[in-house]
């Protein structure tokens, strides 16, 4: 009777029918990346990846990548720090706004980037003047993948700033401690979990960015062609073989996989 009344309490009281969907559900999400597995040719896995065209949308990835997340964390932070300190309706306000790049469509995304950077733009117009021109550049790669991954930084950091709240931080001015160190040594520290998720997000999507970026920053191998624009290049058959655009996915297959695994790394548990 223990083991029934644990048992019980470990699973709920969820219909056991709903298995049966659950278990699809599932299914949908991994039977496909199990395809894609079976599609990798590992024979020349290593000659796929190492190939001139996959190690420069490689290369290029992960340094507009980690430019675009060094960006985001620069932007996101204070913007975190905002958002959690405002008032319920400011916060509000300011969250959804927030939140509008993760259900906008990434192509309009690069529209709306290209409409306002691109010659005929005010802003496009004055760069230009100074000789500085934006759209279809590695400048431009990103901007996009900045655009689209500076919510997963913001909204991770500012869940576990309002989960800390300010009890500490006013004890450490009540101590004499100033704004800046009570940043530096109370808040930040205590949201690191937060921060860390929201990094290691930011970058993953950064680097998986397509939409935005093809958009705004255009398809030109060795400049602005990132991964997944080598791969969506591959399988309209130009530039690098399927070979390597079946590697390429499995190379941000596995890059997605250590996200997950070093967010989990850094979740905080919560108390039974």
Do not use: H, K
């Not at 039977?31 to 990846?49: I, M, N, Q």
């Not at 969250?95 to 469509?105: D, F, K």
């Not at 400048?139 to 500076?150: E, G, K, N, P």
């Not at 309209?236 to 890059?255: D, E, I």
């Amino acid at each position: 009777m223990t083991g029934v009344a644990a048992r019980t309490e470990r699973t709920g009281f969820v219909p056991r029918v709903l298995v049966v969907p659950a278990v699809l559900g599932l299914g949908l999400l991994i039977l496909p990346l199990g395809a894609l597995v079976l599609r990798v040719e590992w024979s020349t896995l290593w000659t796929d990846v190492t190939s001139p065209q996959a190690l420069a949308a490689l290369g290029l990835s992960l340094l507009t990548g980690a430019i675009a997340t060094a960006a985001c964390a620069v932007l996101g932070v204070p913007l975190a720090l905002l958002i959690a300190r405002s008032g319920e309706r400011t916060a509000g306000v300011l969250r959804a706004l927030v939140t509008v790049p993760l259900v906008l469509p990434p192509m309009v995304g690069g529209v709306a980037m290209l409409f306002l950077f691109g010659r005929t733009s005010w802003v496009g117009g004055a760069l230009a003047e100074w000789g500085i021109r934006i759209p279809f550049t590695t400048t431009a790669v990103v901007l996009a993948q900045t655009f689209v991954a500076l919510p997963f930084l913001v909204l991770a950091l500012e869940g576990s700033l309002r989960a800390t709240g300010t009890g500490y931080e006013q004890a450490a001015a009540g101590l004499g401690a100033g704004r800046w160190t009570i940043l530096a040594r109370v808040t930040l520290p205590l949201a690191a979990p937060g921060l860390v998720a929201g990094i290691v997000l930011c970058f993953a999507r950064a680097i998986g960015e397509f939409g935005a970026t093809a958009l705004f920053a255009g398809n030109a191998p060795g400049v602005t062609q990132t991964m997944p624009l080598a791969i969506y290049t591959a399988f309209n058959g130009a530039g690098v073989s399927q070979g390597t655009a079946v590697a390429l996915s499995l190379l941000l297959l596995v890059t997605a996989v250590g996200v997950l695994l070093l967010v989990r790394a850094w979740r905080v548990e919560t108390p039974r």
